[in-house]
């Protein structure tokens, strides 16, 4: 892809993120194998979120996210919640963004739910903004090397992978979850 195509591309971002919805959603089998093999390549390649995910009660993972932009940005992606190994709702994740950015790329995330109470608040709220309510940890190498089974205290650790493209750094916070009905 050209370089003036990414440039176009992440200009209308953000207005195809918003203006994306369940008319726009994947379809369910689709996300299901989707999520399948990235929480899978997540777990068998990260020790640290293999041990988490035999401890929470339940998962939200998003395996494709695309984020572009040039000063204007967004991403949008879909994905589901698990809980027990089983698909229970499917989601969709969008954030906007106004900045010295330019570029584009894709990156996977999930989200493990460490408690109820975490549980309960993705369930009832009417889309969930990473970075308020639950505590949710974004799992880097660093905080990796601290968490063992004993010291999982917070309600939700975010694991980011898969990232590819020509955009520095990647973030989930200000990211909003909504729930797709289907």
Do not use: C, H
Request: charged share 20%.
């Amino acid at each position: 892809m050209s370089l003036s195509r990414r440039f176009v591309l992440a200009a209308s971002l953000p207005a195809i993120v918003f203006a994306s919805g369940p008319a726009f959603a994947a379809p369910a089998s689709e996300i299901n194998r989707d999520v399948s093999e990235a929480l899978e390549r997540l777990t068998r390649t990260n020790e640290t979120a293999g041990n988490i995910s035999k401890k929470a009660r339940a998962v939200l993972v998003f395996p494709k996210i695309i984020k572009a932009g040039l000063i204007l940005g967004g991403s949008y992606g879909e994905g589901a919640l698990r809980e027990g190994g089983k698909t229970v709702n499917y989601y969709s994740s969008a954030s906007a963004s106004y900045g010295l950015q330019a570029g584009a790329q894709s990156y996977a995330y999930a989200v493990f739910l460490m408690n109820d109470s975490a549980l309960k608040y993705l369930r009832e709220s009417k889309g969930w903004e990473i970075g308020v309510g639950p505590t949710v940890v974004v799992v880097n190498d660093g905080v990796a090397k601290n968490l063992s089974s004993t010291t999982l205290q917070d309600d939700a650790y975010a694991f980011i992978f898969g990232q590819q493209g020509l955009m520095a750094g990647v973030s989930i916070e200000g990211s909003k979850i909504t729930r797709i009905e289907r």
